[in-house]
């Protein structure tokens, strides 16, 4: 590109500039290169392991302006954290040009997320005219796998799993023009030279696109579960307007009555399913393409299996080509296409999601009758990501495709660490310098084959960003699959983290708290092991990033039968009426349900301490309550019963019974509360009312403790963390009462308030240790 002479007066001036974030595969290069032309500057630019790097020459006046817009006009899935600037000697050159790719010896560049279909491509894909015409693997610079078909750095074609298919002419004039839109777009392929999509059946294979997409069509119009290969992974899918195909699929895949997420053709099918405001509904058509939690429609036309029992509906749009094929009609077919297909996981209950075709083809086989496969590789496997809106504000539940691995940006230098993160909902975390880059979801870890996935995508993670860990840190919990594998694997130091100080320091850090800074953390959840050896979760905490003092906690009650009394919640209610003096009168609903012979055995186990662990866990309190009101006595999934409760709650915030815990200067007591709700029950109030009087005391509970604690150490600020507060009311409720007394309230936006979010804070805490030996 040939450049003029300099006009005016301006000096000629030559920067390299370094340009840190997500600036690979994202189009960031041909960005430069059109704006360079545009502002008839001279130069290069090029990728490298560190990000990309650019030397621009021209005019004083027109490099000042290049710098200005190369921040306000980045591409749409950039993110730029820094630009490095150095002054250089003037060349001379007249000409602006994208340079080779370079490698070196250290990583310090971002993997980009996957990001969904973008208009341009569906559109193209829509046009007969186009030789892209239902393509499924259409994709530009803007849109199309990143992070799971990569399989090193810098991201390059030859670094992803589109290595084995050569490009045709066509794709290659493409790839090599900086003016197209597809200019080095690594995944860039048509119908001549790129992936294909073929139908398995137990009768045949069929292949053609137009002819697998009907064929699928087909099969899920007659109520097939059919396993799809995905962007990340399978999905199993079934149209969900058919009761009797989600019935099979909840069958065979051994989920009984957890909610499936439900794939809808477009924002306006989205809004027959569920209620949608407008930053819902910028969730479901952004790139990242979670899935949304949404308030589900009572005349909803999906099949009540969906979600049973459940007000909110798991809502998410078609984010890669093919599915929005199969939402579109077969040219010359009148065949009626799906209006909303379950789309879950693609693996057994527990189990990670599958992503290679012989082990789906394994491990699904007595789930799927057919197959809609292709022969792009996954490298990397990633489910989709689950979030929730909260007071206006996003909030993650399951951080994974869309999002990960985007680095979270540390307050403070940190040494190269792996953090393993927990048991449930696992996520690890690779970090060095000020970068924490958060693994996608990997599941609960009480399988073989989670273990393998969790160590195969660490490996992955360090072999991207060429980390090895000089500590390896872990939950204090030495029953978890996480510590166990941390403290044998040999890899470095290992350093334990209380699982609830892990928490508030995730927190902390994703809002980018100072290294001093200290705040009030209330860490709510099921499960977390205490420095005392009992299983806390209702704690309020004094916390900086390496230390913390327990300050007061939930009142401790002993949980007979361990994890019995978590899958069965009218345990939890037997111990703690038995705990408040409560009678175990027979008029209430989990004396009723457990029957005289199991009252025995646990009044026995709670009069003896015979396998009962104390603890101070809010959850098991939720869980406890809503046994006690009647709404759920055995759960199938983590959180039901709460969820069940929080649900009725709705309705009754504006009139809700007013009550009290007690507060002590060690804890916090239920007791006066239980007896309330135990009177309401014989007065005859609606258990929705009294759920929403509980949620209200637990709320002001809040307020009271964070107030204390602000009398004792003059911190005004407050952290909401742990896995309870994913319950929209009590984190609503909790932020208006703790503002109400004029403290900062800090709730998650990058990471999960469960456990999918702790290792971010393992990194946090075990760096900010070191630091200060």
């Not at 000697?89 to 080779?100: D, H, K, L, S, W």
Request: hydrophobic share 40%.
């Amino acid at each position: 590109m040939p450049a003029p002479a300099v006009e005016g007066s301006d000096s000629l001036v030559r920067y390299r500039l370094r340009v840190k974030g997500v600036v690979q595969g994202v189009g960031f290069r041909p960005f430069v290169h059109r704006l360079a032309a545009d502002l008839h500057l001279a130069g290069l630019v090029g990728n490298d392991t560190e990000g990309v790097f650019v030397e621009v020459e021209g005019s004083t006046s027109r490099v000042d302006t290049f710098e200005r817009r190369l921040m306000a006009e980045k591409p749409p899935m950039a993110r730029i954290d820094a630009i490095d600037k150095a002054a250089e000697a003037v060349t001379g050159e007249r000409i602006f040009r994208i340079v080779q790719s370079r490698s070196g010896a250290r990583v310090s560049t971002f993997v980009s997320p996957d990001a969904a279909a973008c208009d341009d491509c569906l559109a193209e894909m829509s046009d007969p005219s186009d030789r892209r015409f239902r393509y499924p693997f259409i994709n530009c610079t803007n849109c199309g796998p990143r992070f799971t078909i990569t399989t090193r750095l810098p991201y390059d074609r030859d670094n992803t799993t589109m290595r084995g298919f050569a490009m045709c002419r066509a794709c290659a004039i493409e790839y090599q023009d900086p003016t197209d839109r597809r200019y080095h777009a690594q995944p860039v392929a048509c119908e001549r030279c790129g992936p294909r999509v073929w139908f398995d059946t137990a009768s045949g294979v069929i292949e053609g696109t137009d002819n697998v997409i009907l064929a699928a069509q087909k099969a899920l119009a007659h109520g097939e579960i059919v396993a799809v290969k995905g962007l990340g992974g399978f999905h199993l899918a079934c149209d969900a307007t058919i009761g009797s195909a989600v019935a099979n699929l909840r069958d065979r895949k051994g989920r009984a009555e957890k909610p499936f997420a439900v794939m809808v053709r477009d924002l306006e099918s989205a809004g027959a399913v569920a209620h949608i405001d407008a930053l819902e509904a910028s969730l479901l058509v952004s790139p990242e393409r979670p899935i949304v939690l949404l308030r589900r429609r009572q005349d909803a036309p999906v099949a009540s299996a969906v979600a049973p029992g459940s007000p909110l509906i798991g809502v998410l749009l078609p984010y890669t080509p093919l599915h929005h094929l199969l939402f579109q009609p077969v040219p010359g077919s009148d065949r009626h296409t799906p209006d909303s297909l379950v789309m879950t996981s693609g693996n057994l209950t527990d189990e990670p999601i599958c992503y290679e075709d012989q082990e789906a083809k394994q491990r699904l086989a007595a789930i799927a009758d057919s197959w809609l496969l292709h022969d792009r590789p996954i490298h990397v496997p990633c489910d989709d990501s689950v979030v929730r809106v909260v007071d206006g504000h996003e909030l993650p539940i399951r951080r994974s495709r869309g999002y990960a691995p985007l680095p979270v940006n540390l307050p403070g230098e940190c040494p190269p660490v792996l953090a393993v993160g927990g048991e449930l909902k696992n996520t690890f975390c690779i970090a060095s310098g000020q970068s924490a880059w958060m693994s996608q979801h990997i599941g609960d870890m009480g399988s073989v084959e989670t273990l393998s996935a969790f160590e195969r995508s660490s490996r992955q993670f360090s072999s991207f960003y060429q980390i090895d860990p000089t500590m390896v840190v872990a939950d204090s919990h030495p029953g978890y699959h996480t510590t166990q594998w941390a403290q044998e694997a040999g890899l470095a130091p290992v350093v334990l983290v209380q699982h609830h100080h892990a928490h508030v320091a995730a927190a902390m850090a994703e809002h980018n708290i100072g290294s001093k800074d200290r705040v009030i953390g209330i860490a709510f959840d099921g499960t977390g092991y205490g420095e005392d050896g009992a299983i806390w979760g209702g704690e309020v905490l004094l916390a900086g990033y390496s230390e913390f003092k327990r300050l007061r906690h939930l009142r401790y009650v002993p949980l007979p039968g361990g994890d019995s009394a978590i899958r069965k919640p009218y345990r939890a209610a037997l111990s703690h009426l038995w705990a408040a003096g409560i009678d175990w009168s027979p008029d209430l609903r989990p004396v009723e349900v457990a029957g005289l012979v199991e009252l025995e055995v646990v009044r026995k186990q709670l009069e003896g301490g015979v396998r009962c662990v104390p603890t101070s866990s809010m959850g098991r309190l939720f869980d406890a309550v809503s046994s006690l009101l009647g709404i759920r006595q055995v759960v199938s999934y983590e959180a039901q019963a709460a969820m069940e409760m929080e649900a009725l709650a709705d309705e009754y915030l504006v009139d809700a019974p007013t009550y009290r815990f007690v507060v002590t200067e060690s804890d916090f007591d239920p007791g006066s509360v239980l007896r309330s709700l135990v009177a309401g029950l014989r007065d005859g109030l609606p258990a929705g009312r009294l759920a929403a009087g509980f949620h209200l005391a637990v709320a002001h509970l809040i307020g009271q403790v964070a107030s204390i604690a602000r009398e004792e150490s003059g911190v005004e600020t407050v952290v909401l963390t742990g896995g309870v507060f994913q319950n929209a009311i009590l984190a609503s409720q909790a932020r208006k009462e703790l503002e109400g007394r004029d403290f900062l309230v800090l709730s998650h936006r990058l990471v999960p308030p469960n456990d999918g979010g702790i290792a971010l804070g393992q990194v946090a805490v075990a760096s900010h240790r070191q630091a200060e030996r």
